[in-house]
């Protein structure tokens, strides 16, 4: 049975953080959704504008998935952080030990929620002394950090070596190393 995997676009979301992932997993033949506020186009960090393929309403009555995947950019995490379907599609994921994976930005979602406090873990690096406020997480200084069901990395230039984290998670080595050398990637 193919793995699953949904792909958050919402408002200022950092292009980037969602089209290397969503391209990775689905070269990794993971069944991958891309789903929004809705399906109008969304408006990302720098404007280029991408269409969700569903509504996450629709895509959580869908589910369950194997990973969520949660992108920044310089506000996006303000349009996650606020909406009560990704708040509880978060929660879903820790609860069921399901993978969430979340760069950049995005953990400031995860922590305004209570969202798998005690794990190791890495954001933006402005948002270090964010992350480390009441000891709720365990900052690390590594570009992609791994704590069980929960993968992070840092930002832009650690997307790719996120997104094969992130893919060789669900799926095996073999197949993340693949898509590795087809992309070009050290693996």
């Known amino acids: 049975m193919s793995k699953r995997a949904l792909v958050l676009v919402y408002p200022k ?42 509504p996450l309403s629709e895509a959580i009555k869908q589910g369950p998935y194997d990973v969520v995947v949660l992108p920044g950019g310089r506000w996006g995490w303000q349009s996650l952080s606020t909406d009560k379907h990704v708040i509880a599609l ?33 954001s933006y690096p402005s948002l270090e002394d964010v992350m480390r406020r009441d000891a709720c997480y365990i900052y690390k200084h590594d570009d992609v950090v791994v704590d069980r069901n929960l993968i992070t990395s840092s930002g832009q230039i650690t997307t790719f070596a996120w997104a094969i984290k992130v893919l060789e998670y669900i799926t095996d080595e073999e197949t993340a190393a693949r898509v590795a050398q087809e992309s070009l990637l050290p693996y």
């Not at 969602?18 to 404007?47: E, F, I, M, N, Q």
């Not at 978060?90 to 929620?113: D, F, P, V, W, Y």
């Open 13 to 54: 979301s950092d292009e980037g953080e969602v089209c290397v992932p969503y391209s990775v997993l689905k070269r990794g033949g993971v069944d991958c959704k891309l789903a929004g506020p809705s399906t109008d186009p969304v408006y990302c960090s720098v404007g280029i504008r991408i269409i969700p393929e569903l």
């Open 90 to 122: 978060m929660r879903e994921q820790e609860k069921s030990g399901r993978c969430l994976a979340a760069i950049c930005t995005s953990t400031i979602a995860m922590k305004m929620h209570g969202i798998m406090y005690g794990r190791r873990l890495t």
